[in-house]
């Protein structure tokens, strides 16, 4: 496993609007610290969504939704591994 990212400051709400709005997907994961799962998420959502015609967009809804969960963590004081997920599923995706 990973360096464990620990952020007691961390804010669900930015987190998840960063991933969703800037660039679609991945901003908020830069903020908490996970830059590798950051870079994942741009790449998917800047070449799924034009391939897609707009599923993209699906995928950053979830990430957004990823980063609200793993700032809420964050914020509670909990720390999180550089590749951890909010969501089990993603778990195909961000691997350790």
Known sequence: MGQMITKPDANPIISALANWIFLNGGIGYFLMGQKKKAIIALI??????PIT???????????AYDAYLLS?????????????????????????
């Not at 998917?44 to 969504?49: E, P």
């Not at 015609?53 to 990430?63: L, S």
């Open 53 to 63: 015609c707009g599923v993209g967009m699906m995928c950053a809804w979830v990430f």
């Open 44 to 49: 998917i959502c800047w070449v799924v969504g």
């Open 72 to 96: 809420q963590k964050l914020q509670a004081g909990q720390s999180i591994g550089e590749n951890e997920n909010g969501l089990e599923f993603l778990n195909m995706i961000f691997k350790d």
